[in-house]
């Protein structure tokens, strides 16, 4: 890889009142340097950069908006038809009757497993993505057939894409066998691991939960639990994965993904529970759900309470859902119509969402993007962050890991 020099960037710098009182983005040209190793080398006002020869190639970016590329917190690499042909949805009346129907298809879908979920990564690659946490079912049924397919495929991408996976046990953990197919997952490529409902599905909440913090101590990995149940019964959860996490030091290792219930109780219950999630830096990863509004946590609360929340496409055209949903900044629109963002700040304030906690306005008036930071970075002809999140833009230039990925109009 050749040492470039990016020319004409535009980065946001910060926001001024205009003359009708709205708030206008104020933006820069930039000269960025990245060096063999796609390490940013400098950052240079274009009013600044030296003239002389530059030893590499040089790229005239045409005045792009440069933002930050974007993290999956929440998918399912494997449970997608991609590659399949159409077919729809089955209904269900419940969790547990959708878990059946996906049982049945599981040993037809392992066979494809690599080629779903390589088509699943190119399909988010292409709209800005770097950085996928899936979660990987493990289970009676397949064993490790999942596991196996997909890391196959996120090896194919691994120059331009990282990952992190976990062990999911999407039928429950405490069935007989799980246990060890778990402890063989986390020998065999799993970096995290998983849990579900551990009421609703396992119906012991504090069994199961136990078993999660074992398998976590024992491989030193970080956990990310799925919690649909909703009331005092995923409060009650919440508040005793906490006492674990207290109890094993393993504060800022743990997310909770969905925890719908925390948008089912009072404002006193929301307060303490949030008051120990910021505590104990557990995370909050979200798929905004499409028409339902009260089915995701209070994000702007804890938000304002320092904690992190963080979104995922989760899984799209598969058991649970029959459309395709791999852009990430369609989650952000869609959280922002649910929750009345409509100005320019309010929109652009939204996009650390969707980028692991990268914000694009910074406190002291610099670009986001820093010296000796891998170059990743979203080019658009967007006007401002808040225009890239309100109009979607499908034509993206993608530097991803210093790797350039073509625009293109993805499926």
Not at 244 to 260: K, M, P, T, W
Request: proline content about 4%; glycine content about 8%; some cysteine.
């Amino acid at each position: 890889m050749k040492r470039q020099r990016l020319d004409n960037v535009s980065f946001e710098i910060i926001h001024k009142e205009d003359a009708f009182g709205l708030m206008q983005p104020i933006k820069e040209l930039y000269s960025v340097v990245m060096d063999e190793h796609a390490i940013i080398e400098s950052m240079t006002p274009m009013s600044l950069v030296d003239k002389s020869p530059f030893n590499g190639d040089i790229k005239d970016m045409k005045g792009q908006l440069a933002t930050p590329t974007l993290k999956d917190m929440h998918n399912h690499l494997d449970k997608t038809y991609m590659t399949l042909g159409w077919r729809g949805t089955l209904p269900v009346g419940s969790l547990k009757e959708r878990l059946a129907a996906e049982a049945n298809e599981l040993p037809l879908l392992a066979a494809s497993t690599k080629d779903r979920a390589s088509e699943m990564i190119d399909s988010m690659m292409h709209r800005g993505v770097n950085h996928i946490r899936t979660h990987v079912n493990i289970d009676p049924y397949i064993g490790l057939k999942n596991l196996e397919g997909v890391l196959e495929a996120v090896d194919n991408y691994k120059d331009k894409v990282t990952f992190e996976i976990i062990a999911f046990p999407q039928h429950g953990l405490l069935r007989d066998g799980m246990n060890q197919l778990m402890k063989d997952a986390m020998r065999n490529g799993a970096t995290m691991v998983g849990g579900l409902d551990p009421g609703g599905i396992d119906n012991a909440v504090e069994n199961s939960l136990y078993e999660v913090m074992n398998l976590a101590t024992e491989f030193d990995a970080d956990v990310d639990i799925h919690l649909h149940d909703r009331g005092h019964l995923g409060t009650y959860t919440y508040s005793t994965w906490l006492d674990l996490v207290e109890e094993n030091n393993y504060q800022g290792r743990s997310a909770i993904s969905h925890g719908f219930s925390l948008g089912d109780v009072t404002e006193a219950e929301q307060d303490e529970l949030i008051t120990r999630i910021v505590e104990n830096d557990m995370s909050i990863m979200s798929t905004i759900p499409y028409g339902q509004k009260k089915a995701f946590p209070p994000i702007d609360k804890i938000r304002s309470a320092g904690g992190n929340v963080f979104l995922g496409c989760d899984g799209f055209f598969d058991s649970w859902s029959s459309y395709v949903s791999s852009d990430l900044l369609g989650k952000v629109n869609n959280f922002c119509q649910l929750t009345g963002k409509i100005t320019e700040m309010g929109i652009s304030e939204t996009i650390d969402l969707v980028t692991r906690g990268v914000k694009v306005y910074q406190d002291d008036q610099t670009p986001w993007l820093k010296v000796g930071e891998k170059a990743n970075i979203i080019f658009t002809e967007s006007a401002s962050t808040a225009e890239l999140i309100a109009r979607l833009p499908q034509k993206r230039t993608l530097l991803l890991n210093g790797h350039w990925v073509k625009p293109r109009i993805a499926s």
